[in-house]
C-alpha cells in the first residue's frame, strides 16, 4: 500500500469535501465523490458542479464585456439559489444536534430511573428477609408456647391424678376410720359382754375363755387397722406431696406459657411493624418513583410537543424557503436564458467546451 492510501481525501468540489474512500491499488486517485450525489436543478454530479464553478469564475475574471453583466448576475443568482440550502442544511444540522442532546438526556434518565428502581428493589429484598427473619422468631415463639402448652397441659394431667390418688387415700381413711368405728364398737360390746360374763364367772368360764379369745383377736383387728391407717395416712401425705409438686409445676408450666405468650406477642408485634414499615417505605418509594416517572413524562411530552411544533414551523419555514429558491430558481434559469441568448448573440465568443454543452 502506497503512502497516499493512509492519507484522508476529500471531495474537491468547493460545497460538498465529503470524505473519499481510501485509494487501493496505483493508478489514478478518483478527486470526486463518485456515489451519485446530485447538485441543483440540472441534476449536475461533483466534477460538473466543481466545473462550472470554475468555468463561472473564469468568465467572471476574465477581461470580457460580460463581466459586468450577464456572467456576474448569473453568479449571484446562483449564490441566492444556494444560499437557502446552506441555512436548510445548517437548521437541520441544529435539529439534529437537538434530537441527540434531548436523546442522550432521556437515556441519562432512563439509566437513573432503572438505578433507583434497582436499589428500590435491594432494600424490598431486605425489608423481605427482616420480615422473614421476624417470622422464623414468631414460629419459634410459637413453637415454645406449644410447648409450654404441652408442659402445663401434662402437669394438669399430673396434679388431677395426685388429686384422685389423694380422694382414694380420704375414701380408704374413711373406710378405714369406719372400720375402726365399728372395732370400737364391738369392742364394748364384747366389754360390756365381759362383765356380764364376770357376774356369771362360774357359770359360763369356758364362755370367758371364748370372750378373752375373741377379745385378743379384736384387739389384734384393731393393731391391724391402726396400722393400715398409719399406711394410709403416709400415703395421704405422699399424695399431698405429689401435688403439692405438681402445683410446683403447673406454676412454672404457667410462668412460662405467660413468657412465651408475651415473647410471641412481642415478635408478632414487631413482625408487625417491620412489614408495615417495609410495606409503608415501598409505598413512599412507589409513589415517588411514580411522580418522578410522571413528572419526567410529561416534561418529556412537553419538550416532545415542542420539538413536533418547532419542526413544523421549521418544516413551514423550509417549505417558504424552498418555495422562494423554486423562484429565484426560476428567474434565475430565465436570466441564464437570456444570458445564453446575449452570448449567442456575441460573435467570436470562445468558450471552453464544457460551458457550451451546460448554455446549450
Request: some cysteine; glycine content about 4%.
Amino acid at each position: 500500500m502506497t503512502e497516499d492510501a493512509g492519507q484522508i481525501r476529500v471531495c474537491e468540489y468547493r460545497r460538498c469535501g465529503a470524505l473519499l474512500p481510501p485509494a487501493v491499488g496505483r493508478g489514478s486517485r478518483a478527486r470526486f465523490c463518485q456515489d451519485g450525489k446530485t447538485w441543483g436543478r440540472r441534476n449536475l454530479s461533483c466534477r460538473d458542479a466543481e466545473a462550472v464553478l470554475s468555468d463561472a469564475e473564469s468568465l467572471r475574471e476574465s477581461d470580457t464585456e460580460l463581466d459586468d453583466t450577464a456572467v456576474t448576475a448569473l453568479a449571484g443568482q446562483v449564490d441566492r439559489v444556494l444560499e437557502p440550502a446552506r441555512g436548510l442544511v445548517e437548521t437541520l444540522a441544529t435539529l439534529r444536534h437537538q434530537l441527540e442532546a434531548t436523546t442522550a438526556t432521556a437515556l441519562a434518565e432512563r439509566d437513573a430511573a432503572l438505578l433507583e428502581a434497582d436499589e428500590h428493589r435491594r432494600q424490598r429484598g431486605r425489608a423481605e428477609a427482616e420480615a422473614a427473619q421476624a417470622w422464623e422468631t414468631a414460629d419459634e415463639a410459637a413453637r415454645a408456647a406449644a410447648d409450654a402448652e404441652k408442659v402445663k397441659v401434662a402437669a394438669l394431667r399430673e396434679r388431677d391424678e395426685d388429686r384422685a390418688a389423694r380422694r382414694a387415700a380420704l375414701q380408704e381413711q374413711q373406710r378405714a376410720d369406719g372400720q375402726l368405728a365399728a372395732v370400737r364398737d364391738e369392742l364394748g360390746r364384747v366389754a360390756e359382754r365381759a362383765d356380764a360374763a364376770a357376774a356369771l364367772a362360774g357359770e359360763r368360764a369356758a364362755a370367758v375363755a371364748t370372750l378373752t379369745a375373741e377379745l385378743a383377736a379384736v384387739r389384734a383387728a384393731l393393731e391391724e387397722e391402726r396400722r393400715r391407717g398409719q399406711a394410709v395416712n403416709e400415703r395421704l401425705d405422699a399424695a399431698e406431696s405429689r401435688a403439692q409438686a405438681a402445683t410446683q409445676r403447673l406454676d412454672a408450666a404457667e410462668t412460662r406459657a405467660d413468657a412465651a405468650r408475651e415473647e410471641l406477642a412481642r415478635a408478632t408485634a414487631a413482625h408487625q411493624a417491620a412489614q408495615q414499615a417495609a410495606f409503608e417505605g415501598a409505598r413512599l418509594e412507589a409513589e415517588r418513583l411514580r411522580a418522578g416517572f410522571d413528572q419526567r413524562l410529561a416534561e418529556l411530552q412537553a419538550a416532545h410537543e415542542q420539538t413536533v411544533r418547532s419542526m413544523h414551523e421549521t418544516t413551514t419555514n423550509l417549505g417558504a424557503e424552498l418555495r422562494a429558491c423554486a423562484t429565484r430558481a426560476d428567474t434565475a434559469e430565465r436570466t441564464l436564458t437570456r444570458v445564453v441568448a446575449v452570448l449567442g448573440a456575441v460573435p467570436d465568443l470562445n468558450l471552453p467546451d464544457d460551458v457550451r454543452a451546460l448554455l446549450k
